[in-house]
């Protein structure tokens, strides 16, 4: 099952769970792909930016793609295969598929600066990885410092036929959406899957702008499908209703430094990782952190009950 131009929904981003020493907690990883399964998640991305992959060494980062792979029991799993070097992503890339991954993610190199080398970037690392490896092209200039235009996204996904989606993660980057949804009517682009990241932080109109869907991180990813499910439906104050209701905690846990700390520290609370630690270095949460994590998460249940967790003893 390879990852397709026609993949839509939400791709929900797994974090790597581990328990308080560092290990990597396996028991976690299968108990977070029931929940994506359970809930209708159309597939799950690893060792994404906030999957702590920098932090695993090469060993642990195929263990980790693996046990996912095996885990999700059919649902598709997209690898981030991002390296420093061509020769890690390729081993990497090519581990995951043999194992059954859906595809792999790309993000590019925080050193590229012009159109030209990010568009060389892009094909020589679909060289590297082969071409038979279906792939997402990652866009995200807010942490990786890379901007890349409507054009330059389109001649990279024109010159690498394997380039299957977008995810999406500008900001601000409704234009972009729009630019590259023209590209395809004018006939300059080809078909092409946008999901969106950035926790979700503006998908009510990312979807209104021509998104497929979303590829995130967020708590609740269950609120992400349904905001999908209802923008296609054309129910779009229901969308909106939904999706204002858990903004202020997307926008807590959207935080730079401490937003992962957040997003593990509730799906512990909901039960789907044992431990919230991270790989150090790593911040910890505050004790005034987590009860304004708490009084949010009251406020989302007023709304979605889903958001009512129940009270640590």
Request: glycine letters at 8%.
């Amino acid at each position: 099952m390879k990852l397709t131009h026609e993949a839509m929904g939400a791709y929900a981003i797994a974090p790597t769970p581990f328990h308080d020493d560092g290990r990597i907690d396996e028991a976690s990883i299968d108990k977070l792909c029931e929940f994506y399964g359970r809930i209708g998640c159309n597939g799950i991305t690893v060792l994404g930016i906030l999957g702590e992959a920098p932090k695993l060494d090469a060993a642990e980062a195929e263990q980790v793609a693996k046990r996912f792979v095996k885990s999700a029991e059919g649902l598709p799993v997209v690898v981030g295969v991002s390296a420093p070097g061509f020769a890690a992503m390729r081993a990497l890339a090519r581990s995951a598929m043999d194992a059954g991954a859906a595809g792999v993610m790309i993000a590019p190199s925080p050193r590229l600066r012009t159109d030209e080398q990010i568009v060389t970037y892009f094909r020589q690392a679909v060289e590297a990885i082969g071409e038979d490896i279906p792939w997402v092209l990652q866009d995200y200039p807010l942490t990786l410092t890379v901007v890349m235009t409507p054009s330059v996204i389109r001649r990279v996904v024109m010159d690498n036929p394997s380039c299957v989606m977008l995810k999406h993660e500008d900001w601000p980057g409704l234009e972009k959406i729009t630019a590259l949804r023209d590209f395809q009517k004018d006939g300059s682009l080809r078909p092409l899957s946008i999901l969106t990241g950035n926790n979700g932080l503006f998908l009510d109109f990312e979807m209104e702008r021509g998104a497929d869907g979303a590829m995130t991180g967020y708590a609740f990813p269950e609120m992400l499908l349904d905001v999908v499910r209802l923008s296609k439906e054309g129910s779009r104050d229901a969308a909106h209703d939904l999706f204002d209701a858990h903004l202020p905690l997307i926008r807590y846990e959207q935080q730079r430094g401490i937003g992962l700390a957040v997003r593990k520290y509730i799906l512990r609370r909901r039960g789907l990782i044992a431990s919230d630690a991270q790989r150090k270095p790593a911040p910890r949460l505050s004790a005034p952190a987590k009860e304004e994590i708490e009084y949010l998460l009251s406020r989302v249940a007023r709304t979605d009950r889903r958001a009512a967790l129940a009270v640590e003893r």
